[in-house]
């Protein structure tokens, strides 16, 4: 069996995640930090949204410098220690950050369940290439169709659980791809859209260890309001 999912940040500020559910997608991923100096302001409503739509959810922190320190003390103003985060490699104007083992141990012995680290096959190829021994498997990402329709006829366009996104690089296997940036999901164009081969029982697991949703956080500017599903 495959599920399928979404990420939102800020630039979906009112995603319908009902919606979503309704379409049949299973979870969400929601941006909360950036770097050691941005907080999506959207993040904990987003977030309290998937899990009331009874989606599957969890946080992902776009790592944004090679400051451990600075990154996890905003994200501890935010996701309260115990919750699931994705960490986010990827290029952008201000440079490369590559998610490094030091980073992802660090965040680990800071309290959060980190099962998956998003890094993208043209980005690894763009920094040469390396081992990625010592990281969690990867959330993948790589866009084989330009059309913009539904999720699931993107992914049957693109192979589907035998699609190139599966194949594994750096020495980790894939557990999550991203195949498209132009899903249409709840009435909004160009969503970035990703599939887990497994049930979402098995999705649970591997993002919590099993049991109930990680609780998450309001903002840093409010009282925190813990969320569980």
């Known amino acids: 069996m495959t599920i399928f999912g979404v990420d939102v940040a800020s630039y979906q500020a009112g995603f319908n995640f009902a919606q979503a ?6 979870f969400a991923i929601i941006k909360a930090i950036e770097g050691d100096n941005y907080i999506n302001p959207y993040y904990g409503a987003q977030y309290a949204a998937s899990v009331a739509a009874g989606l599957v959810t969890a946080s992902y922190v776009f790592v944004h410098t090679a400051d451990e320190a600075g990154e996890i003390a905003l994200a501890e103003r935010v996701i309260p220690a115990g919750s699931t985060i994705v960490l986010d490699s990827e290029a952008d104007g201000a440079g490369e950050y590559p998610v490094s083992v030091d980073m992802y141990n660090a965040f680990t012995a800071a309290g959060y369940h980190v099962p998956l680290v998003y890094f993208p096959h043209w980005f690894w190829q763009q920094i040469g290439s390396p081992s990625l021994a010592g990281l969690p498997a990867l959330w993948s990402s790589g866009y084989p ?3 913009t329709t539904y999720a699931s006829e ?5 192979g589907g659980d ?3 996104g599966w194949t594994g690089y750096g020495g980790l296997g894939v557990e999550m791809w991203q195949f498209t940036d132009r899903g249409v999901v709840a009435g909004i164009s160009g969503m970035d859209c990703s599939a887990y ?12 260890g099993g049991g109930r949703q ?11 309001l813990l969320l569980e599903g």
Request: proline share 2%; glycine share 8%.
């Open 214 to 224: 990680p609780a998450a956080a309001t903002t840093d500017q409010t009282n925190f």
């Open 21 to 26: 559910k309704a379409e049949g997608f299973d």
């Open 162 to 164: 035998s699609g190139s």
């Open 154 to 158: 993107i992914y049957d366009t693109v």
């Open 145 to 147: 169709s330009s059309a």
């Open 197 to 208: 081969r497994g049930t979402r029982e098995q999705l649970i697991s591997l993002f919590t």
